[in-house]
């Protein structure tokens, strides 16, 4: 048996979000899907860095799959782009130890979100960017970028639907807000997060930009534990899971 | 009644094209839907420049119709906006003297043309690019700009399936080619275009690229007459109708 890792990038407009669920389309069910054939039906299990939501897209998700085929490690990836659909593509493919773990052994992952900010609707962004054509205060935005760092209890930013047991304390490393013309993006790298995290996080960023709140107030936000003190959560179309991290393996 | 001059951006991928074709998705066919609505159920006919294949998009395609609604001309921006789904979206309305015609009153017509590439398939790059990831010579694709600039006869450069009556000459006012990172754009400004013409121009033109073709065997290529001698049809999803413009009105 080799356990193989791939980096893979999607775009999630077409998919009803990573994890396989019967009668619909999945990105998990989709490569699952490949892999029974390249194993003449014998169902091979696949193994995320974590999930992401409908419409939500990847440039790095990373996954790993136990295989009996002989194939070179290298060859996997021309082998998966050949039968999978357009929409999602493997950059890269690589054999690592028994040991190595897609989910477990993350030591960092980095989500981007866009925001388009042009007046006029974009068709050609509807599904890769939000579309908030409102004023924004950035300075505010980005010190507010500077208190979501560090080590936190996240229960404010995370949804009331969460199932994650155990501790809600999470360690972000690095949050922050960039202008590039009509385009913002945040950039959020952390040791992992709550269900929703990101989304809600850039909703309340967005509050801020808008006034609504101070960038201030988010000290607060974190000691009170309630959803309910938070902004919205943004929408999935501005959301992509950049890269995943792993230890030394 | 009223005439309204429309200028509307399309995402081609989830249409048949934009021409109105029974029991599919087309532009043509959502627009007079929403149209019939607003009218009450009676249908109202709408007039394109010209018509665009299925999966070619639209930044400037221009329509007209004409109404007995007494909505401010301003005003049907908004209006059919908020009723047509999010890949069609209205730039601009305004009122036109009744003799405007969106189809024979054009006086140019400026299409782009985007080739995507990088070595590695970009699934957000799918639809709105032709991926294309050859050494390309790109002086020479330059120089065979300049030798389809003016007018001549097309034959070579259009379908077979072509349904043009009349001359098969057009006027082409400015080629050109120029690269951008790992983009490569085409521009065509010119009076008017047979069928596919433009698709087959970049397929001939990426064959010169590729040194299949020497930039000066164009003027032969037209003096044939013969399409077997042009390059492939390029796919549709690289091609952008960008503007329409039309005489002082």
Known sequence: MAKIKCIISYDGSGFAGYQIQPGLRTVQGQIENVLARIHKGKAVRVYASGRTD????????????ETDNPMAP????????????????????????????????????E???????????????????????????IAQMQQACQYLQGTHDFTTFSSAKSTAKGSRERTLFAVSCSEEGDELTF????????????????GTLLDIGQGKMKADAIPELFARKD????????????LYLWHVTYGAQ
């Open 187 to 202: 950039v959020f790298r952390g040791s992992g997060y709550l269900y929703n995290m990101v989304r809600i996080m850039v």
């Open 74 to 109: 290298e060859r996997w990836k021309q082998a998966l782009n050949a039968m999978l659909p357009d929409d999602i593509h493997v950059m890269e493919t690589n054999q690592v130890p028994d040991t190595f773990h897609a989910r477990f052994d993350v030591v960092e992952k």
């Open 111 to 137: 989500y981007h979100y866009i925001v388009y900010r042009g007046q006029e609707a974009d068709v050609f962004k509807r599904n890769y960017a939000y579309h908030f054509p409102y004023p924004l205060d």
């Open 227 to 238: 959803r309910s003190l938070a902004g919205k959560t943004a929408p999935p179309q501005g």
């Open 54 to 65: 409908s419409g939500v897209h990847a440039i790095g998700q990373t996954i790993h799959f």
